[in-house]
């Protein structure tokens, strides 16, 4: 079993930065591909970025990409995203998931575990 528990999340203004990072129970956070996903109110779950298990391979949303960076530390057990040049259409709730093999996905579905979430919201 692995637990994820987010923090970073916060208000910030359109073209500032945030940092969410993920921490991850448990010694096997190496073999596990990570995602980070975001849902705002009324919305599906949307794919925002994955990384494979040593952080070789990294894949973004189109909305992101260029915006938002993807990183781990497998000595921290710990998973990042940085999030520059925000928008409010960021606005979300991001969930960090785990996926038990080594390979990104960006599909929710196979996603093994998934942490509470942490509030982005994006003034104008």
């Known amino acids: 079993q692995v637990q994820l528990v987010e923090s970073g999340g916060g208000l910030v203004q359109a073209g500032g930065s945030l940092r969410l990072s993920c921490a991850a129970s448990?010694?096997?956070?190496?073999?596990?591909?990570m995602g980070w996903f975001r849902q705002a109110p009324g919305k599906e779950r949307q794919f925002v970025a994955t990384?494979?298990?040593?952080?070789?391979?990294?894949y973004y949303a189109t909305s992101v990409k260029g915006r938002f960076t993807i990183s781990r530390d497998n000595a921290k057990n710990t998973v990042y995203l940085q999030m520059n040049s925000l928008k409010p259409e960021d606005t979300a709730v991001y969930y960090c998931?785990?996926?038990?093999?080594?390979?990104?996905?960006?599909?929710?579905?196979?996603?093994?575990?998934w942490g509470q979430g942490t509030q982005v919201t994006v003034s104008s």
């Open positions: 998931a785990a996926r038990r093999t080594t390979s990104a996905s960006s599909w929710y579905l196979e996603y093994d575990y």
């Open positions: 448990g010694r096997t956070f190496s073999s596990y591909a």
């Open positions: 990384i494979n298990w040593s952080g070789s391979s990294t």
